[in-house]
């Protein structure tokens, strides 16, 4: 589902302050796949999520997800991409704290130009099974922090992307909540999505949801 090859990440690329952020990663993630990628604070998890989601381009390298090349595409096609493929869990949850959960979670098909009847079809079988419906007309602002997660986990799987990318999941949650994560995990599962959990976070060693532990150290992976 997602293959990466010789692929480097230089940020301030040709500057005097250039910074190798990835250096040589070859992976290969395979469909239905649960994956952590685990490493200290600044070895390259966040970048290298972000690349595969298309939010930033790689320096050099291949990156193919679902059969497409998409290390370069244009900016335009890279978003559409992101838009059918990429549900992305941000650690600090990136939401619209003024809206609505329901509004905030429709966010992603809105840009799509799908029928309100089926967008508040999805938005309401997201937020069953992120298990933050009582909730829906809430503003973000008056949610708990494990509350947020729902409703960024809901908007995350609202347009039945194959690919769920967290970055940090457990980095803003109490000991509960971060269990309850753990059991979404199974969730995806079951879904049959292909997830990529980027975290230094003890609580993802050993779990029987995780298929495969990958190691970054410095920017590059020491162990898959
Ligand atoms: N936009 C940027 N410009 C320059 N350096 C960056 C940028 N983003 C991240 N870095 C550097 O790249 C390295 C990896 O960062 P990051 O991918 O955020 O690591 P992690 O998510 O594992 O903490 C760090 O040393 C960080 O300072
Ligand atoms: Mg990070």
Same mark, same amino acid.
């Given at each position: *589902?997602?293959?990466?090859?010789?692929?480097?990440?230089?940020?301030?690329?040709?500057?005097?302050? +250039?910074?190798?952020?990835?250096?040589?990663?070859?992976?290969?993630? $395979?469909?239905?796949?649960? =994956?952590?990628? #685990?490493? =200290?604070?600044?070895?390259?998890?966040?970048?290298?999520?972000? !690349?595969?989601?298309?939010? !930033?381009?790689?320096?050099?390298?291949?990156?193919?997800?679902?059969?497409? &090349?998409?290390?370069?595409?244009?900016?335009?096609?890279?978003?559409?991409?992101?838009? +059918?493929?990429?549900?992305?869990? %941000? &650690? +600090? %949850?990136?939401?619209?704290?003024?809206?609505?959960?329901?509004?905030?979670?429709?966010?992603?098909?809105?840009?799509?130009? *799908?029928? @309100?009847?089926? /967008?508040?079809?999805?938005? @309401?079988?997201? *937020?069953?099974?992120?298990?933050?419906?009582?909730?829906?007309?809430?503003?973000? @602002?008056?949610?708990?922090?494990?509350?947020? &997660? $729902?409703?960024?986990?809901?908007?995350?799987?609202?347009?039945?992307?194959?690919?769920?990318?967290?970055?940090?999941?457990?980095?803003?949650?109490? $000991?509960?909540?971060?269990?309850?994560? !753990?059991?979404?995990?199974? &969730?995806?599962?079951?879904?049959?999505?292909?997830?990529? /959990?980027?975290?230094?976070?003890?609580?993802?060693?050993?779990?029987?949801?995780?298929?495969?532990?990958?190691?970054?150290?410095?920017? #590059? !992976?020491?162990?898959?």
């Amino acid at each position: *589902m997602i293959h990466i090859e010789h692929l480097n990440k230089v940020y301030n690329e040709n500057a005097a302050n +250039a910074y190798t952020a990835l250096h040589d990663i070859n992976l290969h993630i $395979r469909p239905a796949e649960t =994956v952590v990628l #685990k490493g =200290v604070s600044g070895s390259g998890k966040s970048t290298l999520l972000s !690349i595969i989601a298309t939010l !930033i381009k790689p320096s050099s390298g291949e990156l193919v997800v679902d059969g497409e &090349q998409i290390a370069k595409l244009p900016d335009t096609h890279a978003s559409h991409f992101r838009n +059918a493929h990429i549900g992305f869990i %941000f &650690q +600090a %949850f990136n939401l619209f704290d003024e809206l609505s959960v329901k509004d905030n979670i429709a966010l992603p098909l809105i840009v799509t130009g *799908m029928s @309100q009847k089926s /967008i508040d079809e999805k938005v @309401q079988q997201a *937020m069953k099974i992120a298990h933050i419906s009582h909730k829906q007309d809430q503003s973000v @602002q008056n949610l708990s922090g494990g509350e947020k &997660q $729902r409703c960024a986990i809901a908007r995350a799987l609202v347009h039945e992307p194959k690919i769920i990318l967290c970055d940090e999941p457990t980095a803003n949650l109490d $000991r509960e909540n971060s269990l309850k994560f !753990i059991e979404t995990l199974k &969730q995806f599962k079951a879904l049959g999505k292909t997830v990529v /959990i980027a975290t230094h976070d003890p609580l993802f060693d050993g779990l029987e949801s995780v298929d495969r532990t990958i190691v970054i150290e410095n920017g #590059k !992976i020491t162990s898959s």
